[in-house]
């Protein structure tokens, strides 16, 4: 993977800077008292929330490898969380920029940008999961090379988290509206992310996806595996990399990033 200078140090200058955050806080962002949600660095959501008054940042950078619209591409990535009930959040994600190899040339673009909510329905418990739904909508499509999975006008979701003893299960399902000239098509998804802790702050996830693709008649499926560590409660690191198992997949994504849930809430009771 060819990852451009400006992308690494972009990057860099993103971790560094929250991670100094995160460093200088006080007691307030101890272990019992704040602790991060992390949605990344998997393609499922958790359906449980982040904690309510507290922004989350969502951070990384993915390189990707052989694709049907591009030789590789490279982007930076960004989701904002804010729960505002115990029951209701919002999110913001974009994709501010993507260096793609298209072969013969290669382009500078901006991704696009989605705005979504996301609802619990049955809160969870130790022996029930907890259940919720999520809608997303672009609001700007950006100029950048798809992934295998494309991209959507309109988002639904279906979203399921539970515990097994200390194996921690997500998993979405998903439909999308896909739109190619005046043509809008339903894809559909599902997600299955195996998360395990190995030593301390140390874990580890596992996920398999599918995706339809409805106008290459194909399919998208994706195995990820990535170490995780929490470097404080409300700070998580990750990287690692996914694979396509088909033929109209991307072969290769590798990715890195962190997740920080600032310590400062926005409002008081």
Not at 241 to 268: D, H, I, M, V
Request: glycine share 8%; net charge neutral; with cysteine.
């Amino acid at each position: 993977m060819r990852l451009p200078p400006t992308s690494w140090l972009s990057f860099l200058l993103i971790l560094c800077f929250a991670s100094s955050l995160a460093l200088a806080q006080d007691d307030q962002a101890s272990a019992g008292e704040l602790e991060a949600n992390p949605g990344r660095p998997t393609v499922s959501t958790p359906a449980t929330l982040t904690p309510m008054g507290y922004l989350q940042f969502e951070t990384g950078i993915l390189g990707a490898e052989h694709s049907g619209e591009f030789a590789n591409r490279t982007g930076l990535n960004e989701v904002v969380k804010l729960a505002v009930d115990k029951r209701l959040q919002f999110l913001v994600s974009s994709e501010p920029f993507v260096r793609s190899d298209l072969g013969p040339s290669s382009s500078r673009d901006a991704g696009g940008v989605s705005l979504g909510a996301q609802a619990v329905i049955i809160p969870g418990t130790e022996r029930r999961p907890t259940f919720s739904v999520s809608y997303f909508r672009s609001v700007y499509a950006g100029t950048a090379p798809d992934l295998d999975i494309g991209s959507s006008r309109n988002s639904g979701l279906l979203l399921f988290s539970f515990d097994l003893g200390k194996l921690h299960v997500d998993t979405n399902y998903l439909f999308n509206e896909q739109i190619e000239n005046t043509i809008r098509r339903v894809q559909f998804g599902q997600t299955l992310s195996l998360a395990h802790p190995i030593h301390g702050k140390l874990a580890f996830t596992a996920e398999i996806w599918h995706f339809t693709q409805p106008f290459l008649n194909s399919d998208a499926v994706g195995l990820l595996l990535a170490p995780t560590y929490a470097l404080k409660p409300n700070l998580v690191l990750d990287a690692g990399f996914q694979r396509g198992l088909t033929s109209t997949s991307t072969r290769w994504e590798f990715f890195a990033g962190l997740t920080y849930l600032a310590p400062k809430k926005l409002w008081q009771k």
